[in-house]
């Protein structure tokens, strides 16, 4: 017994005149055929070609009435008299038509697929422009929720409906240039641009419409042009052509800071506060990693790539509760589990393994405190952090409160007068009382330690 066919053909981007002399005959002499839809101006050329507009309603997601539409054609192709038959999909059988994907997929049936005119012909014959020339993409409106991706131009396809086209607007910035494409190459044709958060308000949009983006200027773009300016300064600046990652950290160190000030300084609820300080600074970081980047490309050893795609995967297995349903308790119950993953990830028997020593005093003190009080080690008890500070201060309110940013305006004067008073006394005392910090940090390390030792479980017998 042969084997069924499938014959399927395009209904092309408009009406009739656009159909091939092939789609028409096939569909005309076939002994069974079906359209997907008559939805298409072109269906009205077939009066008795059944469809599968009925079966819309019924199904509960597009993918699910797909297929139970492929389901249904290849059983016709299965009992036809001739062992085929022909289907009419609108556009072209080769451009974003998932029926035909699922037919190609399986291997109960032979799918010829006829050439047509696509919407992407009709497009770009409407707006007068070289899809190769301009390096065109196409993509789906209905695939993900993601914002696009750069560069452009975009064909935006199966922007069917004012809903359609409210989603799709959220996955551009709120002002791109986006052109309308309605009806191209019918006696209707309507092409307009939009910003994108006015995508929306372009109510006549249908299973014709589709939409153009010439210029999508990502983040994947700006850093690809940051990239390439960095290799460009390697090549022809004698400075940089000098650098190395040695020399480069200290202007590593200094950026970082100059950000910090930026972002101490920048008040994003102040409306007439200027980010332009902001992005400064940061840019300025962000070029020192491009440049170390570099020049890990330049030793095959990592790149820009790399560390992008290492960093999201990191974040992507440190947040199980996001990409892997796994239920929390608040953000410390995040940061105790982040602990964990991370030992684990690491292999590190400490939580203080991997902490930067050379941090300053004070912020590594800090950040020891935040790891001991993260696996249990409690704070001294208060009555002893009196004693400790009597000879500086008579009376002192220590509230009990968590540490934030807010605080450092509503702080006591006596905090600042403490922690003042005590680097005069070390000076008149000859006393480095930054290395006074420091010991104290990497004592509280061994603390930390010891009481993890303490409170692992006993190896077995």
Do not use: N
Not at 75 to 98: C, D, F, I, K, N
Not at 184 to 203: C, E, H, K, R, Y
Not at 216 to 241: F, K
Request: contains cysteine.
């Amino acid at each position: 017994m042969a084997q069924p066919t499938v014959i399927v053909v395009g209904l092309g981007p408009g009406d009739g005149e656009l159909m091939t002399t092939a789609a028409r005959t096939a569909l005309s002499t076939a002994t069974v055929a079906r359209l997907r839809t008559r939805r298409h101006p072109a269906a009205a050329l077939f009066p008795t070609v059944e469809s599968y507009d009925d079966w819309y309603d019924e199904a509960e997601s597009f993918e699910e009435l797909y297929e139970r539409i492929v389901e249904d054609v290849v059983g016709l192709a299965r009992t036809s008299p001739t062992s085929e038959m022909v289907y009419a999909v609108p556009g072209s059988p080769m451009v974003a038509e998932r029926t035909v994907e699922l037919l190609v997929a399986r291997e109960d049936v032979r799918v010829m697929r006829q050439p047509a005119v696509s919407v992407i012909d009709v497009a770009c014959a409407a707006l007068g422009r070289d899809p190769m020339a301009v390096g065109l993409r196409v993509v789906d409106a209905l695939d993900g929720v993601e914002a696009f991706r750069g560069p452009g131009p975009l064909l935006i396809l199966q922007t069917y409906s004012p809903e359609v086209l409210a989603t799709t607007a959220d996955r551009l910035s709120r002002d791109t240039p986006v052109t309308v494409v309605h009806h191209a190459g019918l006696p209707d044709q309507v092409i307009t641009t939009l910003p994108a958060q006015s995508l929306a308000t372009f109510a006549a949009a249908d299973h014709l419409t589709s939409l153009w983006v010439d210029d999508l200027r990502t983040a994947g773009v700006a850093m690809d042009d940051l990239v390439d300016l960095m290799r460009t300064l390697r090549r022809e600046c004698p400075w940089d052509q000098e650098q190395t990652h040695t020399s480069l950290t200290r202007h590593l160190l200094e950026e970082s800071y100059e950000a910090l000030d930026a972002l101490e300084a920048y008040d994003p609820d102040d409306l007439q506060s200027d980010p332009a300080h902001v992005i400064e600074e940061l840019g300025d970081v962000l070029f020192q990693v491009v440049f170390h980047a570099e020049l890990g490309s330049e030793d095959d050893r990592f790149d820009a790539v790399t560390i992008a795609d290492g960093v999201r995967e990191k974040l992507i297995s440190r947040h199980p509760h996001v990409f892997e349903g796994v239920e929390v308790d608040g953000a410390d119950d995040v940061a105790s589990r982040w602990e964990t993953l991370k030992r684990a990830e690491k292999q590190r028997s400490s939580v203080t393994d991997g902490i930067a020593l050379q941090l300053p005093a004070l912020s590594l003190y800090a950040k020891m405190r935040r790891k001991a009080l993260s696996v249990g080690v409690p704070l001294r008890d208060e009555g002893d952090l009196r004693e400790r500070i009597a000879a500086l201060v008579t009376a002192l309110d220590i509230p009990s409160a968590p540490v934030s940013d807010a605080m450092v305006d509503e702080a006591p004067p006596a905090w600042g007068d403490i922690l003042a008073g005590l680097e005069d006394l070390a000076r008149v005392a000859g006393i480095d009382l930054e290395a006074v910090v420091r010991e104290r940090a990497l004592r509280l390390r061994e603390e930390i330690r010891a009481y993890e030792l303490a409170q692992s479980p006993a190896p077995e017998a």
